[in-house]
């Protein structure tokens, strides 16, 4: 299980961020006698033959009375890659659906955020001598709604890189009027105003009847916004920009190809955030010259979100309304004089906290296993033992996540006491994560595994959104290209067997590093329970209590992993019984267990 975090409780002006569960080591494995030299043969020539897994023991204890979060229609979603071409089709959204996906993060990754204009539809080319990145129209806005709507919500990410034409960095009253447009009510007669370059953002019910009308006989070149929805869409979470860290300040990583060529493939460098407070750059290489400039740093972006949010919440004060923060520099390996993060959170926090509704937070787990770190993911990092970046021999008692998030954590208590507001303390959305550099594990179950056990975890301690990427992609995480789930697919298809929208996830612990738990209180009454093993030879035998059993003796179990995996099997269901106060569970080898346990 990951590190649990009490995120809002401060004693004495410090966030306390060493409750922790299930992290002692197992006791020592006891050495057998020495065997005689021909039977030792005989153990090592059967051993070879036919492998023996053996089996671990703990407990688990449940405690229904402590709610830690409740399970929302925005905590768990996705966010597509611009160059997916399926990353919303018909068939993908019904799997999604099946997996309890029910918000998406519009309008994506790799810099469209910055580039799409909302109104009109159209994509800012921020370059003098390159091709625009592409953007389809089945993934703009006016189509997106109905998907939206099915799905269940969104978490949109305003323009904070440029303005309509192209010349400058995004306008507020821009950001106004998509609020409008998602939000408002046609009746509304509420002027939004006008931008830096005079453009005319008219009123909230202007854009709202647009939404709501039908398509004129003949387009006034306004006819995509006209959707047929009268009812606001009710979008509650908003981000200004989408990594503005990554726009250059920081220099810039040799990029294959242009923003337009970059295709998911392993190893491929990420889009860099384009941002037009400096101009447009000749190519996608050139946001670098951009290092240090103070004019697209932290303080800059911080001093603009304020600005943003008064113009969004002018048109609906119900939304919450995120800016962009980063892991602290401790945890990139970076020893460049000016390596990524560097001073960023202090700079945005200083300007921009007491406007902020939450922090958006990226955050990507998943370091190359060694000899050769390029070609297989380091399972035991991901799962257990994080390996520290800047000296590879060095392990932590936690897995990588815990780690990271535990530096994250730490640094944002700091900041959020020197720069915020007494008592406020935005609480974390993690925007977009994932596991980078998306290498392939030698147990491809690892990344099931890993990401219902994130998922959970995140959603434990409070945090708005969990927002997995890509959907689809040549590294795939949850599809591949022809649509068939990943590994990563089935880890959150068994979370949603458990928990529901609007289930609250209750404590449950273990002292075994080895075993992840979870446990949540549904809504029809009944008990969901979690088991992840993540020893990859042994199966672990749980006894598990749980405080004050109100629940029935027979129930349903699911399980997936790495022997589903290697029968072709998809996730598997059976009926199990003997259930109550305590009752003993075995978990196969890196496998998921899920128990769902009606009310008595």
């Given at each position: ?6 995120w ?11 409750s ?67 990353a ?5 959204v ?34 003098t001598?390159d ?30 890189g440029s ?23 046609p ?113 800059a ?18 939304i919450l ?48 296993a060694?000899?050769?770190?390029d ?63 998306w ?9 099931g ?5 994130a ?30 789930p990943?590994?990563?697919y ?40 979690i ?36 029968t ?33």
């Amino acid at each position: 299980m990951f590190l649990r975090f009490d995120w809002f409780r401060l004693d004495n002006g410090l966030v306390d961020i060493f409750s922790l569960h299930g992290l002692r080591r197992n006791a020592p494995v006891r050495c057998p006698q020495v065997l005689p030299t021909a039977a030792l043969l005989l153990a090592v020539i059967l051993s070879a033959a036919t492998p023996i897994h053996a089996q671990l023991k703990t407990t688990v204890h449940v405690d229904p009375t402590k709610g830690q979060a409740v399970l929302y229609t925005t905590s768990i979603g996705v966010s597509g890659d611009r160059w997916d071409a399926k990353a919303f089709d018909p068939s993908t959204v019904k799997l999604l659906q099946d997996a309890g996906v029910t918000s998406l993060r519009f309008p994506g990754n790799n810099g469209i955020d910055a580039l799409y204009h909302w109104s009109t539809g159209a994509v800012i080319n921020p370059y003098t001598n390159d091709r625009a990145p592409a953007f389809a129209p089945e993934r703009k806005l006016p189509a997106m709604v109905p998907i939206i709507d099915k799905l269940g919500t969104a978490l949109i990410t305003v323009n904070y890189g440029s303005n309509l034409d192209g010349t400058g960095g995004g306008e507020p009253a821009e950001a106004a009027a998509w609020v409008a447009y998602v939000n408002g009510k046609p009746t509304n007669t509420q002027e939004i105003g006008k931008d830096s370059k005079g453009n005319d953002w008219k009123t909230v019910g202007y854009w709202a009847s647009l939404r709501a009308a039908t398509p004129l006989p003949t387009d006034d070149g306004f006819n995509a916004l006209r959707i047929g929805h009268p009812e606001p869409i009710g979008i509650q979470l908003w981000t200004i920009g989408h990594e503005p860290w990554n726009n250059g300040f920081y220099g810039q990583a040799h990029t294959l190809g242009s923003d337009a060529d970059n295709s998911g493939k392993y190893h491929e460098s990420g889009s860099p955030e384009p941002d037009l407070h400096l101009g447009p750059v000749a190519t996608s290489k050139d946001w670098g010259h951009h290092s240090e400039n103070g004019k697209v740093g932290p303080q800059a972006y911080g001093a603009a979100v304020p600005a943003f949010v008064k113009a969004m919440k002018a048109v609906d004060p119900t939304i919450l309304v995120g800016a962009a923060l980063t892991l602290p520099v401790s945890t990139s390996g970076d020893n460049s004089p000016n390596p990524m993060g560097k001073n960023w959170n202090a700079g945005v926090l200083k300007a921009a906290c007491a406007s902020m509704d939450f922090s958006a937070i990226t955050m990507f787990e998943g370091k190359g296993a060694p000899p050769n770190y390029d070609i297989n993911i380091d399972e035991d990092d991901l799962l257990r033992t994080a390996r520290d970046p800047l000296d590879t021999k060095r392990y932590f008692s936690v897995s990588a996540l815990n780690h990271d998030y535990a530096l994250l954590v730490t640094d944002l208590s700091e900041k959020y006491k020197k720069f915020c507001p007494a008592g406020h303390l935005p609480p974390l959305a993690i925007t977009n994560t994932g596991i980078a550099p998306w290498l392939p594990a030698k147990n491809p179950e690892v990344a099931g595994l890993y990401t219902l056990d994130a998922t959970a975890t995140l959603v434990e301690d409070g945090v708005y959104a969990v927002e997995w990427a890509p959907i689809h992609a040549l590294s795939p995480l949850l599809f591949d290209s022809n649509n068939q789930p990943q590994p990563a697919y089935f880890g959150l298809k068994v979370l949603h067997q458990v928990a529901r929208v609007g289930d609250t996830f209750i404590a449950a612990s273990t002292p075994m590093d080895r075993l992840g738990v979870h446990a949540v209180k549904r809504r029809d009454g009944g008990l969901g329970l979690i088991f992840i093993n993540k020893d990859p030879v042994q199966s672990i035998a749980a006894t598990v209590t749980v405080d004050g059993y109100n629940y029935a003796s027979k129930g349903t179990r699911y399980e997936w992993g790495k022997v589903t995996l290697e029968t072709g099997k998809d996730i598997t269901q059976a009926p199990i019984d003997g259930l109550g106060g305590t009752f003993t569970v075995v978990v196969p080898r890196y496998s998921i267990t899920a128990l769902v346990i009606p009310k008595s």
